[in-house]
T-cell receptor
Framework: AQSVTQLGSHVSVSEGALVLLRCNYS??????LFWYVQYPNQGLQLLLK??????LVKGINGFEAEFKKSETSFHLTKPSAHMSDAAEYFC?????????????FGKGTHLIIQP | EADIYQTPRYLVIGTGKKITLECSQT?????MYWYQQDPGMELHLIHY???????EKGDLSSESTVSRIRTEHFPLTLESARPSHTSQYLC???????????????FGPGTRLTVL
């Protein structure tokens, strides 16, 4: 079984400031980890993913995340926030054992960008 | 670019009506999923399919049913809608053929259902 905890339902940063969205997971098998972004009235768009290999993964729109097994974390960062980054962000985990049982999502973090 | 479509995008309907939410993907993905998302909440898996003629219940119990007669089509049906069914429903698909597979799921735009 897997679970995801996203710390902070709302995060507010100034335009140009560092964005840090926290995600911790639990998984009984080696995890596959994902960050998705959701804009209002839209579906989810994949930002980045970790499956195997390099633990620092780069995604679209300047986002990156680092898989830290010892901390069971997969925090999302972006060096400089842009107004267009305002959205809902979801961290998700899937066990690497195969199957089609879907992703387990966190509750989401609403990112607010202050001008 | 992902090609997964959902119709309708918005639906307002009265209690007791039968509804079908459509989901189609043109990527030839073998696996498809339905998630339910309440406002400000995480997504919960309600149905998934490994392929044609395969359907399974997800983590969250749902009164809806699904079918998978064709690879590209995965409709969700509510026989008798109730206000408790008011939610956003998101369809997704993934391709896992091959040694590693791609693992990520591609999402449709969602259907926002309101039952009065």
């Amino acid at each position: 079984a897997q679970s995801v905890t996203q710390l902070g339902s709302h995060v507010s940063v100034s335009e140009g400031a560092l964005v840090l969205l926290r995600c911790n997971y639990s998984s009984s098998v080696p995890p596959y980890l994902f960050w998705y972004v959701q804009y209002p009235n839209q579906g989810l768009q994949l930002l980045l993913k970790y499956t195997t290999g390099a633990t620092l993964v780069k995604g679209i729109n300047g986002f990156e995340a680092e898989f830290k097994k010892s901390e069971t974390s997969f925090h999302l960062t972006k060096p400089s926030a842009h107004m267009s980054d305002a959205a809902e962000y979801f961290c998700a985990v899937r066990g690497s054992g195969g199957g089609a049982d879907g992703l387990t999502f966190g509750k989401g973090t609403h990112l607010i960008i202050q001008p | 670019e992902a090609d997964i479509y959902q119709t309708p995008r918005y639906l307002v309907i009265g209690t007791g009506k039968k509804i079908t939410l459509e989901c189609s993907q043109t990527m030839g993905h073998d696996k498809m999923y339905w998630y339910q998302q309440d406002p400000g909440m995480e997504l919960h898996l309600i149905h998934y399919s490994y392929g044609v003629n395969s359907t399974e219940k997800g983590d969250l119990s749902s009164e809806s049913t699904v079918s998978r007669i064709r690879t590209e089509h995965f409709p969700l049906t509510l026989e008798s809608a109730r206000p408790s069914h008011t939610s956003q429903y998101l369809c997704a698909s993934s391709e896992t053929r091959g040694r590693e597979g791609r693992h990520e799921q591609f999402f449709g735009p969602g259907t926002r259902l309101t039952v009065l």
